[in-house]
């Protein structure tokens, strides 16, 4: 099923994020880069662009969520756009009403963009071919996750530069993970050796389709690894027993200092949160000098910001140095002319 594309909706001229499967390695770049200049707004003391005044993001997060939802919510309000948050409690859907109709009551009051969490693959698709404005899928089910892997790709190459040659190993619950899917999608694009690691059960060898190694045994996985991305345990996208014991997946797939060590000696390890202590994750690694886990957390701003400046903006092409409350260095953002 071809669900990803972040350029054209069938339904107008509007573009969306729905998932990295289709976007190019130049796009790609353009949003990392994009995102990269907007980072010193988060510096600043008055942490604010006027670029998107007058727009209007609703957030509609149909699954819990800290990190994603207030990331979203404060890259609206740096970039002076009036956000909403919707919650599956505090909607309509708990009446009854349809994703679609809850959906085309937002639209019918004229929002730029919606980002949309939802426990449904396809949720985002569906929204983008029924309203007419910006989706921006922030998780749909096992799906994708586009802003996380945009986030990750964007913290792995600030530590490492270049994508390309790199080892990514990334391990854990592989086939519920939006997150696995949507990095392997972009690190693969942009030229970067894709490693998957966990029980059978949890990564059927059909992802080796998609481009990338498997090993079954961790410490065979993260040998020479330059990044390593721990992912939590899905257990609510799993409708089975998938191992017998959370004790049993630890003594096999957490990540330990003394498994570490058989990785490159800059290796970086990230996790999307939330994590588990002590199940993939040991606390020493966690807390370690490899860890760029708050990098991450930080870089999600940016990249958000980044994400719904390219999506509203028409043409996307610059901004008037004017409207800046203070210069930034992106070409993008200079006076009209310079870039
Ligand atoms: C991830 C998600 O929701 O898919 N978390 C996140 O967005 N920060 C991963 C997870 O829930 O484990």
Known sequence: MMVCSWRKSRVSERRHL??????SAEDLVLLLDTAESLMEVS??????LPTLRGKTVINLFMENSTRTRIS????????SADSINISASSSSMSKGETLADTARNLAAMSPDAIVV?????GAARLLADIVDCSIVNAGDGWHEHPTQALLDILTIRQHKGALSGLVVTIVGDILHSRVARSNIYGLKTLGARVRL??????LPPEFAELGVEIFYDLAEAVAESDVVMMLR???????????????????????????????????IILHPGPMNRGIEI???????????MMNQVSNGVAMRMAVLYQLIVPGAD???GSELAQPVSHPLLRAGGEG
């Open 72 to 79: 979203f919510e404060i890259a609206a309000k740096r970039l």
């Open 117 to 121: 969490r939802h426990p449904a693959a």
């Open 318 to 320: 610059g901004i008037r």
């Open 282 to 292: 040991s606390s020493g690694v966690a807390d370690g000098p490899y860890s760029v």
């Open 43 to 48: 510096e600043r003391d008055v942490k604010k």
């Open 18 to 23: 729905l998932g990295l499967a289709h976007v």
């Open 233 to 267: 345990i899905q257990r609510e996208r799993q409708g089975q027993n998938y191992f017998p014991s959370l004790d049993e997946y630890a003594h096999y797939y957490c990540l330990t200092e003394e498994i570490l060590a058989e990785a490159k000696p800059d290796v």
């Open 197 to 202: 690691s966990g029980p059978p059960t949890l």
